[in-house]
């Protein structure tokens, strides 16, 4: 089940059909997709996957961290409508929707499944000037954190399948 290959687009024109089917974030200003390759990713829904990366790994606990210096602001944790604060807005059977905002952007963050792989992408709009200049810098540290973190997810999840009888 464990792969460490992580591809990575950064570019509102480079986005995968797929993912940008699911997006809802009207006009984004920044958008990355990461996808890493996984035997049976089906296995586990993406509202799993999306917990197990934010939730269940070192690096998605110590997000919410870098979330707040930005000004997101969070819904509670734990609960069956956030993902460690962030809103669900959207879901299906292959995807899950996600969503926060600060005084100066939104963001939406999505995670597909598929048969072979689990993308996960990230859309933000700039609703005020200033996210221009805070935003760039942030997004350094995201690009370089969003391989870790689904590369944790991964393990995350395996090691949750040795725990389980029926996986």
């Known amino acids: 089940m464990v792969s460490n290959t992580v591809s990575a687009v950064v570019g509102l024109r480079d986005v ?16 990355d997709v990461f996808t890493i390759a996984v035997r049976e990713a089906k296995d586990n829904s993406p509202e799993e996957w ?5 939730e269940n790994t070192p690096t998605g606990r110590s997000a919410p ?15 069956s409508q956030h993902v460690q604060g962030w809103t669900i ?6 995807w899950i929707r996600l969503e926060a905002a600060s005084w100066f952007m939104t ?7 598929d048969d072979t792989q689990v993308s996960a992408a990230l859309f933000v709009r700039y609703d005020l ?7 760039p810098p942030v997004s ?28």
């Not at 807005?89 to 292959?94: F, L, V, Y």
């Not at 000037?129 to 935003?135: H, R, S």
């Open 50 to 54: 999306a917990r197990a990366a934010l």
């Open 16 to 31: 995968p059909e797929g993912i940008g089917r699911v997006n809802t974030l009207a006009n984004p200003d920044y958008v």
């Open 65 to 79: 961290f870098l979330w707040r210096f930005i000004g997101l602001r969070l819904g509670p944790r734990p609960s």
């Open 129 to 135: 000037p200033i996210a221009a200049v805070i935003w």
């Open 140 to 167: 350094v540290m995201h690009r370089r954190a969003m391989p870790t973190l689904l590369r944790q997810a991964l393990t995350a999840h395996a090691e949750l399948d040795k725990q389980l009888p029926d996986r």
């Open 89 to 94: 807005i959207g879901r299906a059977e292959d």
């Open 107 to 113: 963001a939406n963050a999505v995670v597909k499944v």
